[in-house]
């Protein structure tokens, strides 16, 4: 048991002999084990056709991680496992009980002698305690610990997801807000391109073709702003979805948004794996799994043994009938149960608790493979993602500087439309990459913290 103990608990876990040393959250929403707490929901009053305004992504990941059902039934299951430990470990107490009984009885005679009726009546109390059991009470109190600290973790991971789901989501909505942006300049440009050649047409310096292919170009960016337009419609929908809000609900985002530190080139992807094998709770929760299964395992062999009981019983009897007088009775000893004979049950639990122990042992390899691939993509990720954020820079300032210059050239007769028009496509697909590098950035950086089991720094900070 204490080989099971070393493997799973870190130096960060204390778990004493019952459920409230495991420091067990207060409300659903809280990490385990945490040492910054959730701020307090704001609790103005509000009708439902008012705007839901949010002044940080740590505000509207709290919102999510209160109001979204996976995080509700995370807490309700944690606080079904710390009873069930609550309960485990009330078998170290002795059971006292006490009862009250009446009974009327008439003895049968045989030589046709009346015998009289007997009403007895009175309280009586019954103690039983386990002295000696091999180990099977400690066995499944610390099956059961173990079954509330994977809960723990599980949970830890549940909310994590949840702060994965609304960081996406937000991302996304920024990305489409910054490809509207570009839509709109893109828009506007090639409106000043189309009154430049209508001031042109009239003057008798362009023809008819130039305007009308003005026409077209501007016709064209209005459709694609539209068509931005409801993916960010899409985008906020999705949003509120992962951040538990009503899709009727007005969302307004009002705050900054503070870009991360680029990661370090000296980051070796060795020491982020080892940072996600000491971090997932998911791989936490299955190792406390495997302990579990091996501590029940152990409970069934502890219970093949005999087992050593403390046993009392008294009790004060009375008669209605008036010439009986009250009596007391008692009793103490000491009872030593054998088993001698289950059919195998115990022997097979016990095969069946090893067997589920190397199963989940089976699924932790398993899952820290799947582990190691997932932080690996996401370093790649945002490896390339800072390569492309930096690229992205100086096509942008090249498209725009030859925007300039090809605008500058046609208001002054020296050049074409289509080379007007194609500068300015050029500066409206490198500002549309430049939205989408920055998306992908944030992004990128969200799936390595949520790969590495780690939480943005500035997710929880308290509100002022």
Same mark, same amino acid.
């Given at each position: 048991?204490?080989?099971?103990?070393?493997?799973?608990?870190?130096?960060?876990?204390?778990?004493?002999?019952?459920?409230?040393?495991?420091?067990?959250?207060?409300?659903?929403?809280?990490?385990?084990?945490?040492?910054?707490?959730?701020?307090?929901?704001?609790?103005?009053?509000?009708?439902?056709?008012?705007?839901?305004?949010?002044?940080?992504?740590?505000?509207?990941?709290?919102?999510?991680?209160?109001?979204?059902?996976?995080?509700?039934?995370?807490?309700?299951?944690?606080?079904?496992?710390?009873?069930?430990?609550?309960?485990?470990?009330?078998?170290?107490?002795?059971?006292?009980?006490?009862?009250?009984?009446?009974?009327?009885?008439?003895?049968?005679?045989?030589?046709?002698?009346?015998?009289?009726?007997?009403?007895?009546?009175?309280?009586?109390?019954?103690?039983?305690?386990?002295?000696?059991?091999?180990?099977?009470?400690?066995?499944?109190?610390?099956?059961?610990?173990?079954?509330?600290?994977?809960?723990?973790?599980?949970?830890?991971?549940?909310?994590?997801?949840? @702060?994965?789901?609304?960081?996406?989501?937000?991302?996304? @909505?920024?990305?489409?807000?910054?490809?509207?942006?570009?839509?709109?300049?893109?828009?506007?440009?090639?409106?000043?391109?189309?009154?430049?050649?209508?001031?042109?047409?009239?003057?008798?310096?362009?023809?008819?073709?130039?305007?009308?292919?003005?026409?077209?170009?501007?016709?064209?960016?209005?459709?694609?702003?539209?068509?931005?337009?409801?993916?960010?419609?899409?985008?906020?929908?999705?949003?509120?979805?992962?951040?538990?809000?009503?899709?009727?609900?007005?969302? @307004?985002?009002?705050?900054?948004?503070?870009?991360?530190?680029?990661?370090?080139?000296?980051?070796?992807?060795?020491?982020?794996?080892?940072?996600?094998?000491?971090?997932?709770?998911?791989?936490?929760?299955?190792?406390?799994?495997?302990?579990?299964?091996?501590?029940?395992?152990?409970?069934?062999?502890?219970?093949?043994?005999?087992?050593?009981?403390?046993?009392?019983?008294?009790?004060?009897?009375?008669?209605?009938?008036?010439?009986?007088?009250?009596?007391?009775?008692?009793? @103490?000893?000491?009872?030593?149960?054998?088993?001698?004979?289950?059919?195998?049950?115990?022997?097979?639990?016990?095969?069946?608790?090893?067997?589920?122990?190397?199963?989940?042992?089976?699924?932790?390899?398993?899952?820290?493979?799947?582990?190691?691939?997932?932080?690996?993509?996401?370093?790649?990720?945002?490896?390339?993602?800072?390569?492309?954020?930096?690229?992205?820079?100086?096509?942008?300032?090249?498209?725009?500087?030859?925007?300039?210059?090809?605008?500058?050239?046609?208001?002054?007769?020296?050049?074409?439309?289509?080379?007007?028009?194609?500068?300015?496509?050029?500066?409206?697909?490198?500002?549309?990459?430049?939205?989408?590098?920055?998306?992908?950035?944030?992004?990128?950086?969200?799936?390595?913290?949520?790969?590495?089991?780690?939480?943005?720094?500035?997710?929880?900070?308290?509100?002022?």
């Amino acid at each position: 048991m204490k080989r099971a103990l070393s493997l799973l608990l870190i130096a960060s876990w204390t778990c004493p002999g019952h459920a409230a040393a495991l420091d067990l959250p207060e409300r659903p929403g809280t990490f385990w084990l945490q040492l910054d707490t959730l701020p307090e929901p704001p609790q103005a009053p509000a009708a439902q056709a008012d705007a839901l305004r949010f002044d940080s992504l740590a505000a509207l990941t709290e919102h999510a991680l209160r109001e979204r059902a996976e995080s509700r039934a995370a807490w309700l299951g944690i606080q079904a496992e710390a009873a069930r430990l609550d309960a485990a470990t009330a078998a170290n107490w002795p059971t006292l009980t006490g009862q009250f009984s009446f009974t009327r009885s008439q003895a049968l005679s045989s030589s046709g002698a009346s015998v009289p009726v007997r009403h007895r009546y009175g309280p009586s109390l019954s103690l039983a305690y386990v002295i000696y059991d091999f180990g099977a009470r400690a066995a499944s109190i610390d099956a059961q610990r173990y079954q509330l600290i994977a809960s723990l973790l599980s949970n830890n991971r549940t909310l994590q997801d949840t @702060v994965a789901a609304v960081e996406t989501a937000y991302y996304a @909505v920024l990305a489409a807000r910054a490809q509207l942006a570009a839509q709109a300049q893109q828009e506007t440009a090639l409106r000043t391109s189309l009154d430049a050649v209508d001031v042109r047409l009239r003057g008798g310096l362009a023809a008819r073709a130039d305007q009308l292919r003005a026409r077209a170009a501007l016709s064209e960016a209005t459709l694609a702003r539209q068509a931005t337009e409801r993916d960010l419609a899409k985008a906020e929908a999705a949003l509120k979805q992962a951040a538990a809000i009503e899709q009727t609900r007005a969302l @307004v985002l009002d705050w900054e948004v503070a870009p991360p530190a680029p990661l370090d080139a000296a980051t070796l992807l060795a020491d982020l794996l080892a940072e996600a094998e000491r971090q997932r709770p998911d791989l936490r929760a299955l190792q406390a799994a495997a302990a579990s299964a091996r501590a029940d395992a152990q409970r069934a062999r502890a219970a093949r043994w005999p087992s050593l009981s403390l046993a009392a019983n008294t009790g004060r009897t009375f008669f209605l009938e008036d010439e009986l007088s009250p009596s007391t009775s008692y009793s @103490v000893g000491v009872n030593v149960s054998v088993p001698l004979f289950d059919g195998g049950r115990l022997a097979a639990e016990a095969r069946a608790a090893e067997r589920d122990a190397e199963r989940l042992q089976a699924d932790v390899d398993s899952q820290r493979s799947q582990v190691s691939l997932a932080v690996a993509e996401a370093y790649h990720d945002v490896r390339h993602a800072q390569a492309q954020r930096e690229g992205v820079v100086i096509q942008f300032d090249s498209a725009s500087e030859s925007a300039q210059a090809a605008e500058a050239r046609y208001r002054a007769g020296v050049g074409s439309l289509l080379e007007l028009l194609t500068a300015q496509a050029d500066l409206a697909r490198a500002r549309q990459a430049q939205a989408q590098a920055d998306a992908d950035w944030l992004a990128a950086f969200s799936r390595l913290n949520h790969a590495l089991g780690r939480l943005p720094a500035d997710s929880f900070a308290s509100q002022p």
